[in-house]
């Protein structure tokens, strides 16, 4: 029996409702927009509104970290279906746009796609803005999609004449169908209540049916916790840190405006009082072209050392490391004077990173499978039973892969006897690339070169002189020069 809108309703808006706090909260963080954590009336007073807009945002580099290894390189194999899948990517700008599906999940802890014909009948992937979205699920099976929900806001012209008002408009998105609902007064917060809405169909229908045989809704979590059916934020962890980074950044301004500068003192000196006013006159005003003296023999002067802020500095390196603790990022992308003793030193900072790299391309690469499968569906293009669209992803430590990754792969191969071309996809390449290299080798192989050859060829060009016959026929002298590229001179 097919779910009515009116049965899951309350449900959907209630998960809008309880969870757009947290989402709005987290991503004013990730922008740098929180809120300022002083009052301070002194602070207000001394600087007016010129720091209000002050914040050192260390939430973007928390999350940047390790958004820029979570990167997908193909579907499955990259051949037959999975080429299919990576035409429907490619169409759907997903290169790009996955970023911002990514991103979103690690910042706010849940992202949401719809997969739906585009104007062109063909399936395109749609990323979504998580505080517009809901899904819920069956009781029974927490795998199983019951509906989902998105609300906007539109702006409808009115029969006055008067500027175009806004409307509240919201899509049920069922197994079979898609209901579309506007509210029926003008505003532009969500109304809660199903009876203030009626159908929308303005543009056609108000209720259309679809081919995917599921919700074509998905919801890609970070860090899920099963207890709450949500996922986590990256910056949970991260966020009293940042606040207790910022403050005491406040603070060290505050302390450098009233005691970087030296404070003079005097004693022994009678200040004479305002006749009128019967206030202290002020005697003396510092500078370069002025003295101080007094009648009083005992009179003294002098100043107190100027205030020290490395304290505020080393507070402030303390906060940044337990941050980098917390939210599994290296102090390195957090604050330039971190520095590792050797690469040793730097892996192993790594390694939260990488592990928490690896936790989210698992946890998304689940969704993508489903996500283009059902494009494929869309599509009238079938998969095999048990195809894997799994995407591949950049490796974790990508942008580090260098002489330690390449040491890595050396003893997958040589000592664990890891097929060559195993190496080769660990290391990052495509199918496609790797196919061409094949096809590379067989070429060399035919021409007959070797690896004898080849070590002799780079030491020609690295201007040592030829061995064997490779320039046969020529004498020492007559023989061309080298550059380092292999270009005669």
Not at 295 to 324: C, M, R, T
């Amino acid at each position: 029996m097919a779910v009515s809108a009116s049965e899951v309703w309350d449900d959907l808006i209630a998960l809008v409702v309880a969870r757009t706090d947290d989402y709005d909260s987290f991503h004013n963080y990730y922008m740098g927009d929180q809120a300022l954590p002083v009052e301070s009336s002194e602070f207000q007073s001394r600087f007016g509104t010129f720091f209000t807009d002050f914040r050192d945002n260390l939430a973007r580099p928390v999350i940047e970290s390790a958004e820029e290894r979570i990167r997908i390189i193909e579907f499955g194999d990259g051949e037959g279906v999975a080429a299919d899948a990576q035409e429907i990517w490619d169409r759907s700008h997903m290169r790009v746009e996955s970023k911002w599906v990514h991103t979103q999940a690690m910042v706010k802890g849940d992202s949401y796609v719809i997969v739906l014909p585009g104007e062109d009948k063909k399936a395109t992937i749609y990323p979504q803005i998580s505080q517009s979205m809901a899904l819920v699920y069956s009781e029974s099976d927490p795998r199983k999609k019951v509906a989902a929900l998105k609300w906007w806001v539109t702006y409808l012209p009115q029969d006055s004449g008067t500027t175009d008002q806004p409307y509240i408009r919201v899509n049920i998105y069922f197994e079979d169908r898609i209901e579309r609902y506007i509210s029926k007064a003008q505003g532009d917060t969500l109304v809660q209540e199903f009876e203030k809405y009626e159908h929308y169909t303005a543009e056609g229908a108000w209720k259309t049916n679809h081919r995917g045989k599921q919700v074509p809704v998905f919801q890609f979590s970070a860090n899920y916790d099963m207890d709450i059916a949500q996922g986590r934020s990256d910056l949970a962890d991260g966020i009293s840190l940042i606040d207790a980074v910022n403050k005491t950044l406040l603070d060290m301004m505050t302390a450098s405006e009233f005691t970087a500068a030296p404070q003079r003192w005097a004693t022994g000196v009678e200040i004479p009082l305002d006749a009128q006013t019967g206030e202290p006159i002020k005697q003396y005003t510092a500078g370069a072209d002025r003295l101080w003296t007094a009648p009083n023999e005992l009179a003294k002067f002098g100043q107190f050392s100027s205030g020290e802020l490395q304290a505020y500095k080393d507070a402030i390196s303390v906060l940044v490391e337990h941050l980098g603790f917390d939210t599994r990022t290296p102090t390195y992308a957090l604050m330039k004077e971190a520095n590792y003793p050797s690469g040793e030193a730097l892996r192993s900072a790594e390694a939260p990173l990488r592990g928490r790299v690896a936790d989210h391309q698992e946890a998304f690469g689940e969704v993508w499978d489903d996500v283009v499968k059902l494009a494929l569906t869309l599509d009238n293009i079938s998969a095999p039973d048990g195809t894997d669209l799994r995407p591949r992803w950049l490796p974790p430590n990508a942008p580090f892969a260098t002489r330690e990754h390449l040491e890595e792969l050396k003893v997958l191969v040589e000592v664990l006897g890891v097929p060559e071309q195993m190496a080769w996809i660990k290391a990052g390449f495509t199918a496609e690339e790797i196919e061409t290299m094949l096809e590379m080798r067989e070429e060399e192989a035919a021409l007959g070169f070797n690896a004898e050859a080849g070590v002799q060829a780079e030491a020609i060009l690295g201007g040592a002189p030829p061995a064997g016959d490779l320039t046969a026929g020529l004498a020492d002298d007559t023989a061309p020069p080298f550059t380092a590229t292999g270009a005669p001179q």
